[in-house]
């Protein structure tokens, strides 16, 4: 049975920074496409960076440069370094797994709520 777990919101300081971890268990992060998503209230939800199988990684543009996605075979983690926070990356992130790299997600997590104050 595969369960993502999130961890490592909060609130911090705008300029501050974050790091969310995914613990995965049920699944082999070799054979699946990890992503972050996040949502901010009334607003859809959106991928913020995604890292195939094979470890290549795509960023929305909003967040390049600020944001690092990896993970930890050995540890079944995925991360999201989040450096120079912004107000407007305030939002419930998200962890998520799929096993194709076509397709929706369909594994995810429960959430952690990140809070960018000015």
């Known amino acids: 049975q595969v369960q993502l777990v999130e961890s490592g919101g909060g609130s911090v300081q705008a300029g501050g920074s974050l790091r969310l971890s995914c613990d995965a268990s049920?699944?082999?992060?070799?054979?699946?496409?990890m992503g972050w998503f996040r949502q901010a209230p009334g607003k859809e939800r959106e991928a913020v960076a995604t890292?195939?199988?094979?470890?290549?990684?795509t960023y929305a543009d909003s967040v390049k440069g600020r944001f690092t996605i990896s993970k930890d075979y050995a540890k079944r983690t995925l991360y999201l370094q989040m450096n120079s926070l912004k107000p407007e990356d305030t939002a419930m992130y998200y962890c998520?797994?799929?096993?194709?790299?076509?397709?929706?997600?369909?594994?995810w997590g429960q959430g952690t709520q990140v809070t960018v104050s000015e």
């Open positions: 890292i195939a199988s094979g470890g290549s990684t």
């Open positions: 049920g699944l082999t992060l070799s054979s699946y496409c």
């Open positions: 998520a797994a799929k096993q194709l790299k076509v397709g929706e997600y369909y594994y």
